[in-house]
Nanobody, 129 residues
Framework: QVQLVESGGGSVQSGGSLRLSCAAS????????MGWFRQAPGKEREGIAA???????SYTDSVKGRFTISRDNAKNTLYLQMNSLQPEDTATYYC???????????????????????WGQGTQVTVSS
């Protein structure tokens, strides 16, 4: 049974930082690319960062230079370090795994939700101005 559980969200002031975690279980974690996504009220789910099995990363333009995706394969955990947070970053953040293993998903740029599955329950990030 594949399970992804996000944590680390909260409320922060503009310019602040948060680190999100995603604990994975039920599959060979190290084999799959992983992604972070977010969805703001009334908006479509947006792919913001992805990381491949080899550590390659990709980001959507709006978070480049501010967010960093990483993974700890020994702990089956995915991370998203978010710095310089702004009100427009307010959203529910989700992690997900790629639908197919052993692929370099980051070559496609920002991850597309359609290419990922087994979504976690999400963690809320609220940034106040």
């Amino acid at each position: 049974q594949v399970q992804l559980v996000e944590s680390g969200g909260g409320s922060v002031q503009s310019g602040g930082s948060l680190r999100l975690s995603c604990a994975a279980s039920g599959y060979t974690y190290s084999t799959y690319s992983m992604g972070w996504f977010r969805q703001a009220p009334g908006k479509e789910r947006e792919g913001i960062a992805a990381i491949d099995s080899d550590g390659s990363t990709s980001y959507t333009d709006s978070v480049k230079g501010r967010f960093t995706i990483s993974r700890d394969n020994a702990k089956n955990t995915l991370y998203l370090q978010m710095n310089s947070l702004q009100p427009e970053d307010t959203a529910t953040y989700y992690c997900a795994r790629a639908r197919q293993p052993a692929r370099r998903w980051t070559l496609r740029g920002a991850p597309a939700p359609r290419d990922f599955t087994d979504w976690g329950q999400g963690t809320q990030v609220t940034v106040s101005s």
